[in-house]
Nanobody, 123 residues
Framework: QVQLAESGGGLVQAGASLRLSCTAS???????MGWFRQAPGKEREFVAAITASGRNTDYADSVKGRFTISRDNAKNTAWLQMNSLKPEDSAVYFC?????????????????WGQGTQVTVSS
């Protein structure tokens, strides 16, 4: 069983940057890692994912060109670099891991979840 923990959220102004971190208890080297977010009153949505090797990534259209997902399996850590933040990016951001080394956008395809970290972007 893998345990995930997110950190790095906060309150920033529009246009600012944040870097979210996701640390795993272990065993993430063969897993796809993903980031999802959920705003109040809205469904949880896919943000980004990265394959076990780090050679393939996928991004939601709303964040493409602004967000970058990365990982270091030796450190059991994945990151989400968020640049040019917009108020509509405000949400609780969740790290997730999938046991199979391929990318899927559906949240039900992921096996392990962190508790989430709040990101708030003001105008």
């Amino acid at each position: 069983q893998v345990q995930l923990a997110e950190s790095g959220g906060g309150l920033v102004q529009a246009g600012a940057s944040l870097r979210l971190s996701c640390t795993a208890s272990g065993g993430m080297g063969r897993m796809t890692m993903g980031w999802f977010r959920q705003a109040p009153g809205k469904e949880r949505e896919f943000v980004a994912a990265i394959t076990a090797s780090g050679r393939n990534t996928d991004y939601a259209d709303s964040v493409k060109g602004r967000f970058t997902i990365s990982r270091d399996n030796a450190k059991n850590t994945a990151w989400l670099q968020m640049n040019s933040l917009k108020p509509e990016d405000s949400a609780v951001y969740f790290c997730a891991a999938r046991r199979w080394s391929n990318i899927l956008r559906k949240d039900e395809a992921y096996d392990y979840w962190g508790q989430g970290t709040q990101v708030t972007v003001s105008s």
